[in-house]
């Protein structure tokens, strides 16, 4: 199957071969080298001096920690897709008095929005310990610049940002400590072009502080213990070591296209499919400004149906996504992400037309 969906995508065969090393003792010095060399690569894809954590999950299980970590009773979700929705789903499913402010799907998130919900509630006399945003809805791709956000938030001291950058790490710009972000989280399986099965944070000192003072953090998500296993770079629970060499070795192909470069690919295939979108009447869901580089979702229009295209694509082993949930058939989502590249999607669009063509001929 080649992935043209917004996530697991295609995974380089040198990175796959490197999963097939034998497995080491977690508390080995090979597996401490790993450890550190991964937090230190980690540290410089996401512009942080922060403490970076690594769980052997999925990319969900870092937005409940951070929900656990960091809330003492309130949280505001500013939700304009599934995964933010999720994130409100998950503080509720935590006990927490979770707030939600809805924007319409393929709406960008606006400062002033955000500060309107936060002024509400210190009227109220209430104030949020953590607001959730994801910085690219994958369900819409929607994304939301984030340095307008973090400068409502100065505003309010108390309230750490909490930022969803799982399908736009590595694939666009995202700077933790620049645009201070309090918790940034993402996968492997999206721009890190990575099979899923580990999360990542990076958590700032004040975020720390606060984990230090919330009760009931739980076990095995607690930033303490993370920070704790991270001094002796090690962690508490067992790791996938074959996720570690696989990350260890994709930061260093990372590194070596350089992370700008990397971004303008990520870019140029956003332009190219929107492009190819416009010549067959299919317009981007997301309002301007707000398209995401990494996953183009595209609404149906004056088009014709893309369906039977979807599945033409997928008897020939390619995988392009539908629409997500209620915008299924009324939408749908190419992944331009990790390793494809401009000839990539050149080659999937020409198979895309194919089965266009095939379909108003038969
Ligand atoms: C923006 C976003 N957040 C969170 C997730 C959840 O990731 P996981 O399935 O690894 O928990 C996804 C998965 O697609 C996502 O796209």
Redesign the pocket.
């Known amino acids: 199957m080649k992935l043209f969906i917004?996530?697991p995508t295609q995974v380089h065969p040198d990175i796959l071969a490197e999963m097939a090393r034998p497995a080491i003792g977690h508390r080995t010095p090979e597996c401490a080298e790993l450890w550190a060399a991964a937090r230190a690569g980690l540290g410089r894809l996401m512009f942080t001096q922060h403490e970076v954590f690594m769980l052997t999950a999925?990319?969900?299980?870092m937005?409940e920690a951070a929900v656990r970590n960091l809330v003492h009773e309130h949280s505001l979700h500013v939700v304009n897709g599934a995964?933010s929705n999720?994130w409100f789903e998950i503080a509720k499913s935590n006990g927490k008095q979770a707030v939600a402010v809805d924007v319409p799907w393929g709406q960008g998130i606006d400062a002033d929005c955000l500060r309107a919900a936060l002024e509400a509630a210190n009227a109220e006399g209430k104030s949020y310990d953590i607001v959730t945003v994801?910085h690219?809805?994958?369900s819409t791709g929607t994304v939301t610049p984030l340095p307008p956000l973090a400068e409502v938030l100065q505003d309010y001291p108390n309230t750490l940002l909490c930022v969803?950058a799982?399908?736009s790490m590595a694939g666009a710009e995202v700077r933790v400590d620049d645009w201070q972000l309090d918790v940034c989280l993402f996968?492997l399986?999206?721009c890190l072009a990575l099979p899923?099965g580990m999360?990542i944070a990076a958590v700032s000192p004040r975020a720390m502080q606060r984990a230090a003072e919330v009760e009931n953090r739980g076990w095995v998500l607690d930033f303490l213990r993370l920070a704790k296993g991270n001094e002796k770079e090690q962690s508490p629970t067992t790791p996938s070591t074959a996720h570690l060499y696989a990350l260890v070795a994709q930061l260093a192909r990372i590194e070596q296209e350089g992370l700008e470069n990397r971004w303008r690919r990520h870019s140029e295939m956003a332009a190219m499919t929107r492009q190819w979108a416009a010549g067959h009447g299919w317009l981007p869901f997301p309002q301007e400004g707000n398209r995401s580089n990494t996953v183009s979702c595209l609404a149906r229009g004056e088009g014709p149906d893309f369906v039977p295209a979807l599945n033409a694509l997928k008897a020939q082993g390619i995988l392009v996504s539908n629409g997500y949930g209620d915008l299924k058939g009324q939408t749908f989502r190419i992944g331009h992400m990790g390793e494809h590249t401009m000839d990539d999607l050149q080659d999937l669009l020409q198979r895309f037309d194919a089965a266009l063509n095939a379909e108003v001929q038969s």
Do not use: I, L, W, Y
């Open positions: 917004p996530g999925p990319a969900s299980a937005m995964f999720r994801v690219n809805e994958t969803d799982v399908s996968g399986q999206k899923a999360a």
